[in-house]
Every structure is written in structure tokens, then in C-alpha cells.
């Protein structure tokens, strides 16, 4: 039986929960940000979230090693997720943070630990909830990889709550960050 992958009420997916490729795109723009694939610095290395929450503003969180130089960028949406991407919004910020080299290791530590790099971009047993969050987290260090869930494993889940936190957005997802 073929799974019907859905995002909520939005359009029919493809290649993954981002969508078709316009609708990733479409998304990307709303967050006025690139493909990593074709991040235009060969020297960083960086992970993005974009979480989609239904009925909360969407958010994309970057964290990155600029040659030493550590950061969190969150950018955040004036809309909802959980009804197409007609509903997204508008960015209305952007905040820029530095962090700690240690945090960068932490971090690091838990993408190694959620096995990130060895996981499906696709979980089969992964249906979309009419209220819930859709999550995607990437990342680029020479080669790239993307993850697409609705319900990521514990240890996914806590290295993706801990670049809500290293962005110091946890305040506007609190309600995630309970079992």
C-alpha cells in the first residue's frame, strides 16, 4: 500500500514532506534563504531546521561554523504551517546570535548521536497529523543530507529542540518541548 504523504491540508508530496520542488522553493523564499546544496560558501558548515508548526509561526534555524565562527540564525514567518503554504506568511524576523565553540561540539554531538547522517530522508511509518509540526533539519559539511518528519526520534528530536534553544526560540515553542 502506498503511503499518501500529505503536509496537514497542503498540496501533494512528492520527493518528501517539503513538497514539490516549487513548493520547497516557495518555502525557501518565504524564509528568504538557499538551498544548502547550493550554499554559496565552501568553507562553512551548516544545519537548518525548518520547523512547521500548525497553528504557531513557522521558523527556520541555521546553525553554523563559519571557519571558527559559530552562529544561530533564526528567521521566522508571520503565518501558520498547518494550512498550505498560501498560509505561511511573510518573514517578519531574523535574529543572528553567536555561540559558543563548546555549544558548536554539543550540538554536534547530539546530530552524531541521532545518527542524522546515516538516517532515510523519509520515515514510511511517518503520517501527517492535522495538528501537529512538520520538521525538517539538513545539513552541509561537504556532502548534504535532509531529514523529513513528523515524528522524529527522540534523539533527532532533542538535537532539533536544541537549535530551538541555541536560537534562543524556545520561549515560542515551549509546548514541544514536552514528552
Known sequence: MAVDHR?????????????PPEWKREILSRFDDVD???YPQSNVEVYRLVFLPSFRKPISIRIENRSGSYAAIATRLNGTAGFGYDELGRQESERARFISKDDWLAFNQ???????WEMETLDIWDEPVNDGAHWVLEGENGMYHRVSRITPSRKLRVAML?????ADARGDYEGYFSE
Open 7 to 19: 503536509i496537514f491540508s497542503g498540496p501533494q508530496l512528492q520527493e518528501d514532506y517539503y513538497g
Open 162 to 166: 536544541r537549535m530551538i534553544e541555541l
Open 110 to 116: 547530539l546530530i552524531e548521536d541521532s545518527r542524522f
Open 36 to 38: 544548502l546544496r547550493r
